[in-house]
């Protein structure tokens, strides 16, 4: 099932960014002053009790106001209202209520989706009594929290978990999601249409056509493949309309939910900044990864050029390295029926699972060739490895000093595992855990 949604909203400098910041826990979005600083949307994962979801920060609302930038947030926020499964309504406890919070109260109480009221910068809970005052809005019951200090957070958050859908939606055993993704006119469309051998999906020359992603199933060597068709991944710079940026919310959640992703880069282009972004994208979301160079057939090319197209490729993004590329023709038809046995073998890699005694021979053999380095002079011993998890792989060290071993020697163990079990298109994840005696 697709992640839920929690969308922030009020009016301008309430603090909304902070929030949504210590929500996904990293800063992401910018954090000022000065009243309207977050004019787009930001979105992000979060997590709280083994529940994951969206949080998107939106920027403040100015109702009333015919400036044209005003109207702009104004009309993004609503479409952050529309899209979310609940909206967190947020006030300012130190300024008290302002007419621009009547305002928007009054547009959130025709809202058929739950509504929490919630009051930042309650700095010094539980003895501060401030939130109290916003009762007088008439949307139920305040919340009271600090986006500074965390105060009152986990209570917030534990009031939020039983408004969110249920999960349900488990894919069916044996079948295989695999998410088509890339920038606008790269012809993902094109080629899902070219695999299923008629028009499924529609396709233009006008980019950002595909605005919602479609399912499409097929059966290949026994195996049910599902094709999510997705709208085109801009930056967030690029993004200027509500209905593009909630496509984009929503192919993030697509992301999330598949087993695979085509990345579908233009190849008369040629790799673009982009290109690489929506891969990362697909990659640290523990997908498998298949690129798929469309359009070959426009490319001038030599006996060197897809090597060399693949070889820049890693250059630029090392993670490129293990991914399988497959340079393609959505409109002739090259090479797309390939795209199906890349998509079956990821798949099958990504659900490998290593035996123990191997993990721990290899990684013992790893040691031996290169032992960690010493940390403050003390040296540094890694004494037991195995894999906990697929889908992606997922392998946790057991060392006297886990947090002392350097990200540089984490890749050479991720390497050496590569370079013995082979995973093309498969990230793998390495944890490093405190070994017992």
């Known amino acids: 099932m697709s992640l839920p949604v929690v969308a922030v909203v009020g009016r301008p400098n309430v603090g909304k960014s902070t929030f949504f910041n210590r929500a996904i826990g990293r800063r992401v979005a910018i954090v000022d002053d000065e009243p309207g600083v977050t004019r787009d949307r930001n979105f992000g994962r979060a997590e709280w009790t083994g529940r994951h979801f969206f949080v998107v920060d939106t920027g403040g609302v100015v109702e009333g106001s015919d400036r044209t930038i005003d109207r702009l947030i ?30 928007l109260s009054e547009v959130l109480r ?24 916003f009762w007088e809005l008439g949307m139920g019951e305040p919340h009271p929290v600090s986006s500074v200090s965390g105060r009152g957070f986990g209570d917030l958050l534990d009031a939020v978990l039983p408004l969110l859908p249920e999960e349900t939606g488990e894919p069916k055993p044996g079948e295989v999601r695999v998410a088509v993704i890339g920038k606008p006119n790269a012809g993902k469309s094109s080629l899902v249409n070219r695999l299923f051998g008629q028009d499924r999906v529609m396709v233009s020359d006008v980019p950002g056509t595909t605005r919602d992603p479609v399912d499409l199933t097929l059966t290949y060597h026994g195996r049910e493949v599902t094709f999510v068709d997705t709208a085109g991944l801009r930056r967030h710079a690029r993004i200027k309309d509500s209905v593009e940026y909630y496509s984009t919310l929503r192919t993030a959640r697509v992301v999330r939910d598949a087993e695979v992703c085509l990345v579908v880069i233009d190849a008369a282009e040629g790799l673009h900044v982009q290109d690489i972004k929506v891969a ?17 057939d426009l490319v001038a090319k030599d006996t060197w050029t897809a090597p060399d197209f693949q070889r820049d490729a890693g250059r630029r993004a090392p993670f490129l390295r293990h991914v399988p590329f497959l340079f393609a023709s959505a409109l ?6 390939k795209t199906l046995e890349l998509v079956l073998a990821v798949a099958g890699r990504r659900q490998h699972r290593i035996p123990t005694h191997e993990v721990n021979e290899l990684v013992q053999e790893l040691v031996r060739r290169q032992p960690p380095p010493h940390s403050r002079g003390r040296p540094v011993r890694i004494k037991y490895a195995t894999q906990a998890e697929t889908e992606p792989p997922t392998f946790i060290l057991f060392s006297n000093l886990p947090d002392e071993i350097p990200v540089h020697y984490r890749r050479f163990i991720v390497n050496g595992m590569r370079d013995r079990w082979d995973f093309p298109g498969v990230p793998l994840r390495l944890r490093l855990r405190k070994s017992a005696g």
């Open 280 to 296: 990362e994208t697909a990659w640290e979301a523990g997908c498998g990864v298949i690129a798929v160079c469309n359009k070959w």
């Open 332 to 337: 002739t038809g090259l090479r797309v029926r």
């Open 74 to 103: 104004r009309e993004q926020a609503m479409t952050a209202v529309e899209e979310a499964d609940v909206v967190l309504f947020m006030v300012d406890s130190k300024e008290g209520v302002q007419p621009l919070d009547q305002k």
């Open 110 to 133: 025709k809202v058929s989706k739950p509504v929490l009221l919630t009051v930042n910068k309650v700095d010094n809970l539980p003895l501060e009594r401030s939130h109290l005052d």
